[in-house]
C-alpha cells in the first residue's frame, strides 16, 4: 500500500478534475477572441450560477451605476476573465465542505483563499499586474492543502489507519505549493500562475513572474494579518522587503485596513 507521501510525488491521477461546466468555461476564456455570446450561453444552462454571476455583478466589488439584471450584462460588466474565476470558485470549493473530509478545515481554508483573492486584486492593482490574474492565483494558492487532506482522508478510509498529526501538519506545509502548482496543468489553468502558486511562501525563488508572486505572498501576508480564515496575526507587513519591492506604502496599508474586511466579508457572501 503507497504511503500518503508516495502518493503525494505521483498524485495527477488522484487530483480533482473539475466539472465539464468549468472546463468548457476555462477552455473559451483562453481565446481571447471567445464572444461573450458563448459565454452566456453556458452560464444561463447554470441557475446556481446565473444567480452567483448577477449577485457579484451587482455587488460592491463591481460597485455598478444601476442593478444588472441579466447574465448578459454580467458578463459584459465583470468581464470573462473575472466569469472564470467565479466558475472556477463555485466549481471546485463548493466541494470543500464536506465534514467527513476537511472536517473545520475545509471552510477556513475556503475562507483564507476568497480573502488572498481578493486583497491579491487590491495589490495587483497597485503593482500594476492582472487583477484577474492575481485573483485566480490568490484564490487557488493553498488548494493543494485541500488536495492532501483528501489524500490523507482516502488514505485513512482505504488502510484504516490515521495518519499521526504531525506528519500530517509537516506535509501540508512543505508540500502544499508543489501540489498546488501541479493542479494548474490538470485544469488547464494559465501556466503564468505557476509561480505565484508555488513561490507564494517566498516569492524571491520566482523566476519569470517575480512581481505577479510577490503580489499573491503580500496578499496572502495580509490575509493573515486580517484573520481571513485563520487567526490575526498582527505583524507589521511593512517590514517585509516585499512592500519596497511593490512601492507598498503606511497610506496604502491604512486604506486597505479600512476596506479589505468589507470586501472580504461581500466576497463570502457572493462567493462561498
Not at 439584471?69 to 466558475?87: C, D, K, P, Q, Y
Not at 505572498?217 to 512592500?243: I, K, M, W
Amino acid at each position: 500500500m503507497l504511503t500518503l507521501k508516495n502518493r503525494l510525488a505521483s498524485c495527477d491521477t488522484s487530483l480533482p478534475m473539475l466539472p465539464d461546466l468549468a472546463t468548457r468555461v476555462i477552455a473559451l476564456t483562453a481565446d481571447p477572441d471567445t464572444p461573450a455570446s458563448a459565454l452566456v450561453r453556458i452560464v444561463s444552462k447554470d441557475q446556481v450560477l446565473a444567480s452567483r454571476l448577477l449577485a457579484l455583478a451587482n455587488s460592491a466589488y463591481c460597485a455598478p451605476l444601476r442593478e444588472i439584471g441579466t447574465v448578459t450584462e454580467a458578463v459584459v460588466r465583470i468581464g470573462t476573465s473575472a466569469v472564470r474565476n467565479l466558475v472556477v470558485t463555485i466549481s471546485f470549493y463548493s466541494r470543500m465542505y464536506d465534514q467527513k473530509i476537511y472536517g473545520g478545515e475545509g471552510r477556513r481554508l475556503v475562507d483564507h483563499s476568497i480573502g488572498t483573492a481578493y486583497l491579491a486584486r487590491l495589490v495587483a492593482e497597485h503593482a500594476g499586474v492582472s487583477e484577474d490574474e492575481a485573483f485566480l492565483a490568490g484564490l487557488l494558492h493553498d488548494i493543494g492543502k485541500m488536495v492532501i487532506l483528501k489524500l490523507a482522508y482516502d488514505h485513512r478510509r482505504q488502510t484504516g489507519t490515521t495518519l499521526d498529526p504531525r506528519e500530517l501538519e509537516q506535509l501540508l506545509a512543505e508540500e502544499h505549493a508543489a501540489v498546488g502548482a501541479r493542479m494548474l496543468h490538470r485544469w488547464n489553468l494559465p501556466t503564468t500562475l505557476e509561480e505565484p502558486i508555488l513561490y507564494h511562501h517566498d516569492y524571491r525563488q520566482a523566476g519569470r513572474y517575480p512581481r505577479e508572486t510577490a503580489v499573491v505572498y503580500l496578499a496572502n501576508l495580509l490575509s493573515h494579518r486580517y484573520g481571513f480564515g485563520c487567526e490575526p496575526h498582527v505583524a507589521d507587513p511593512l517590514t517585509d522587503p516585499v512592500c519596497d519591492a511593490l512601492a507598498i506604502d503606511a497610506h496604502w496599508l491604512q486604506d486597505t485596513d479600512l476596506h479589505a474586511p468589507g470586501l472580504y466579508e461581500v466576497a463570502r457572501q457572493v462567493l462561498a
